[in-house]
């Protein structure tokens, strides 16, 4: 097999751009800090993780990502359309092992861990508190996993794993992590947000 790419999604922390949802309990300078922080944190376990990482981009230019998170990364933008176009065009080459850039608890360890299932697994999959994934690895390009998919919806994680053995693939799953992305999400984590007591 391959190597495994780990390609990280994010967005420029834009105030009013980045963590909308976060932005009644923060304000949205404080919406675009967080986000700034989760992802610096995600791309730190990257790094520690030794997999060739690339970073998927969009709301500003590859020279603003390559100040804010260095030029040691491969930087892609996302594109046009919804996250399902944008998944399967960063799909190609596979193997790919895809995660968001809000995860507080995700370590290297996690991400070795993924990478490692994939060896034995055509499919990895990590479900997230809210019934989407934190992380989706594919051995192959499966297109029918982002087509007509309810994203950000608590279906996600089922619809997948129903898509994936529908097709004959029972997936190697990854332990259970909550993203950071509602109001109520921040009580977990408040060393993040500035709002511990």
């Given at each position: 097999m391959s190597p495994v790419r780990l390609v990280i999604f994010t967005r420029y922390p834009e105030p009013g751009k980045a963590k909308t949802r976060l932005i009644p309990a923060l304000g949205a300078e404080g919406a675009a800090a967080l986000h700034r922080r989760l992802t610096e944190r995600t791309l730190e376990a990257a790094r520690a993780s030794g997999l060739t990482v690339e970073v998927r981009t969009t709301g500003a230019?590859?020279?603003?990502?390559?100040?804010?998170?260095?030029?040691?990364?491969?930087l892609a933008d996302q594109g046009e359309g919804d996250l399902g176009e944008r998944l399967r065009r960063a799909a190609n080459p596979a193997p790919a092992l895809f995660i968001g850039s809000d995860l507080p608890d995700l370590t290297a360890g996690h991400l070795?861990?993924?990478?490692?299932?994939?060896?034995?697994?055509?499919?990895?999959?990590?479900?997230?508190?809210?019934?989407?994934y934190w992380a989706l690895g594919l051995r192959q390009p499966s297109d029918y996993l982002f087509a007509d998919?309810?994203?950000?919806?608590?279906?996600?994680?089922?619809?997948?794993?129903?898509?994936?053995?529908?097709?004959?693939?029972?997936?190697?799953?990854?332990?259970?992590?909550?993203d950071c992305d509602r109001p109520e999400d921040l009580d977990r984590w408040p060393d993040l947000s500035g709002t511990a007591a």
């Amino acid at each position: 097999m391959s190597p495994v790419r780990l390609v990280i999604f994010t967005r420029y922390p834009e105030p009013g751009k980045a963590k909308t949802r976060l932005i009644p309990a923060l304000g949205a300078e404080g919406a675009a800090a967080l986000h700034r922080r989760l992802t610096e944190r995600t791309l730190e376990a990257a790094r520690a993780s030794g997999l060739t990482v690339e970073v998927r981009t969009t709301g500003a230019t590859r020279a603003h990502f390559a100040a804010w998170l260095g030029d040691d990364l491969l930087l892609a933008d996302q594109g046009e359309g919804d996250l399902g176009e944008r998944l399967r065009r960063a799909a190609n080459p596979a193997p790919a092992l895809f995660i968001g850039s809000d995860l507080p608890d995700l370590t290297a360890g996690h991400l070795v861990e993924a990478a490692a299932r994939m060896r034995t697994s055509p499919a990895v999959l990590g479900p997230a508190e809210d019934g989407g994934y934190w992380a989706l690895g594919l051995r192959q390009p499966s297109d029918y996993l982002f087509a007509d998919m309810p994203w950000s919806s608590d279906q996600v994680f089922a619809l997948t794993l129903e898509r994936l053995r529908g097709r004959g693939i029972d997936p190697a799953l990854l332990p259970l992590l909550a993203d950071c992305d509602r109001p109520e999400d921040l009580d977990r984590w408040p060393d993040l947000s500035g709002t511990a007591a």
